[in-house]
Each structure stands twice: as C-alpha cells, then as structure tokens.
C-alpha cells in the first residue's frame, strides 16, 4: 500500500467531503457545502480549498470519486447531475496542476467498491461487486483484484436495465419506499423498526425487488461477494429474507450457497472509497 498521506475526496451534489488517509485511516476530515448553481470553476475552486485545508507535505496522491461517468485516464468528469456546469470537467488535470501530487478520478460506486476491497469487507475477496443503495442504485465491479471500469467507465450499470416497465433502479434505491410504500425511506425505515407490519413487509418486498440486481450481477461477473452500501444498507437486516427468498430462483444453486453478502462497515466509507481509487490506479496494494 503507499506509503504516505493520500487525499481522498467524495464530491456529491450539495457537499464534499475530503479526508487525510494514512494506512487505512483517516486522519483529518473536512467538508464544504457545493454551489451547485454556480460555474464550473467556482465549484472546482471550492473543491481545490477543502482540500488545502487537510492538505500537507506527505501527501503521495488524490482519489476523487464523482457521481458521474468518467474518462479515467485523463479524468474528465462528463455530467454530474446536481452540478449543472460540471459538463467535460478536467478534474485530474486541474488537482495535478494544482497541488503537484498523482490523480486518479472515477465514478462514486466504482469507489465505494474498490475502498471496500482495500479497506473494508472485501479484502479477503479477489472477485466482488459493490451495490450502493440509496436515492440510486450504483454498481462497482472488482475483477481479479482489480477495479472494473470497462471502456467507458460505464461496468455494472446495472441500474440502467429494464424491469417491470421502468428501470432496476426505481426499484432498487429509495424511490421503491415513496412508490410501493406511499413514504419516503426513512419513514418507511423508522416504523420499519418500530415494529409495524405494513413497513417490515415493505423491506421484505424491496429485497425482493434487489434480488433482481444481485442476479444480473452474479450472471455477468461471478463475484465471491456483494456488499451494500449507501444509506439503505443500514436496513440490511430488514431486507436479507427478501433477498434470500429472491435469490432462490437463481439457476445455480451452489452458487448463491457460496456467496457472502454484508452490509459495509466502514466508517467514512465515500472518503476511504476515494483513496482507494488512488491505490488501485497505482496499482500498489
């Protein structure tokens, strides 16, 4: 693993996050709230001063990971949806310029995956797939011990597919609860675990719905592990049967048998998630 402080920053559409990670821990910790309404370069400005804040002589490296497709060699962030003007931003470019240190740029989910597979449950692991479960359904693939980005960073969208008239991810993020369930998730989540039973059959109902992604995504990558991540993975327990049921209708048995699948445990997972792209693009473990 390098040796050094590497800088890891989660870009999301109203906050960045951006930490000082030695060894697997994160030492200084910093966030700013996005203005997500300005140009592209006042928004790239506030990212460049969170990160001097936590910024110093031992940082080796920057990972950034961005809710949005990515060229990955050159780090050019195409859309990200809640930032207007972020349209072929040169990410990489400008923190290298800026602060003279490597870059490695990718998707948010490709992130959580990899600092899984570094830092978190995945490590025992050479082939897993991350799912992150929240107000979408991200998907990051780890391939051989490797991070999946496929040729255009667009690997394990899975979100995207067709299912039953509308996509996976309207049934697999937290759009589910305020369509199937008539509230927003975190309702749903509190009476969910206050017991009532309309709201513990909605998770079970909703890990049925997921067992859909974890099928596709056991089909195209034969993965040793899933592990959830994002704020409906909290729910893990509430949803496990559901999924567990779902899963019964996969062809291959003995595989579903040998699958592990957890919720992340990481704390600052986003941040860690995003040094970890900096290991991974280095290839250095």
Not at 22 to 30: D, F, I, L, N
Not at 84 to 94: N, Q
Not at 210 to 216: F, K, T
Not at 226 to 235: C, E, K, N, P, R
Request: hydrophobic share 45%.
């Amino acid at each position: 693993m390098a040796d050094g402080t590497i800088i890891g920053v989660d870009l999301g559409g109203t906050k960045v996050s951006v930490g000082a990670v030695v060894g697997g821990e994160v030492r200084r910790m910093t966030r700013s709230d996005v203005p997500s309404e300005e140009a592209a370069e006042v928004v790239l400005a506030l990212i460049v001063d969170t990160i001097t804040e936590v910024f110093d002589s031992s940082v080796v490296g920057i990972g950034c990971g961005v809710p949005s497709v990515v060229d990955v060699a050159e780090g050019i962030v195409f859309d990200v949806e809640n930032i207007p003007s972020w349209k072929e931003v040169h990410l990489k470019t400008a923190l290298e310029d800026r602060f003279g240190v490597p870059a490695a740029v990718n998707n948010d989910a490709n992130a959580f995956a990899v600092g899984e597979h570094v830092f978190g449950s995945g490590r025992e692991f050479t082939n897993m797939v991350g799912l992150t479960l929240g107000t979408g359904l991200g998907t990051g693939v780890i391939i051989g011990g490797r991070l999946y980005s496929g040729a255009n960073c667009g690997a394990g969208e899975i979100g995207m597919m067709a299912h039953k008239g509308l996509t996976l991810e309207d049934y697999c993020s937290g759009q589910f609860f305020q369509r199937e369930g008539g509230a927003a998730g975190d309702e749903v989540y509190r009476r969910a675990r206050a017991g009532e039973a309309e709201f513990l059959e909605a998770f079970e109902r909703y890990g049925s719905e997921l067992s859909e992604a974890v099928m596709i995504a056991l089909y195209a990558y034969d993965p040793q592990a899933v592990i959830f991540g994002g704020s409906i993975s909290a729910a893990f327990d509430l949803f496990e049967t559901g999924l567990g049921r779902g899963l019964e209708q996969f062809a291959y048995p003995h595989v579903v048998e040998r699958l592990v699948m957890a919720p992340s445990t990481l704390e600052n997972a986003a941040v860690l998630g995003a040094a970890a792209l900096f290991i991974d693009a280095i290839g250095d473990r």
